[in-house]
């Protein structure tokens, strides 16, 4: 079984940055194939980022790419989402998934971390 808690989350102003985090245990941090999704309000949850077991492999939503970035420290068991230029339509609850292998369904997630972003 695999825990996995983001934090990070906040309020935010229009053009700001956020970085979100997300620990796991339970499970060698290594061997999991990392992801970030969100959901927002009145919307179905959507695919945001994955990273590689390794950090050497990610692959963004074309929504967000170029102003997300993904990646981990696997020394400390922690995946990362920087977010940069924010914008209103960037408000949702973020979270972070687990799975052992690529093209499989996710079998963790964490619990969520809530991002607004005011105009």
């Known amino acids: 079984q695999v825990q996995l808690i983001e934090s990070g989350g906040g309020l935010v102003q229009a053009g700001g940055s956020l970085r979100l985090s997300c620990v796991a245990s339970?499970?060698?941090?290594?061997?999991?194939?990392m992801g970030w999704f969100r959901q927002a309000p009145g919307k179905e949850r959507e695919f945001v980022a994955l990273?590689?077991?390794?950090?050497?492999?990610?692959k963004y939503a074309d929504s967000v790419k170029g102003q997300y970035t993904i990646s981990r420290d696997n020394a400390k068991n922690t995946v990362y989402l920087q977010m940069n230029s924010l914008a209103p339509e960037d408000t949702a609850v973020y979270y972070c998934?687990?799975?052992?292998?690529?093209?499989?369904?996710?079998?963790?997630w964490g619990q969520g971390t809530q991002v607004t972003v005011s105009s």
């Open positions: 990273i590689s077991t390794s950090g050497s492999s990610t």
């Open positions: 998934a687990a799975r052992g292998v690529i093209k499989r369904p996710y079998d963790y």
């Open positions: 339970g499970r060698a941090f290594s061997s999991l194939n």
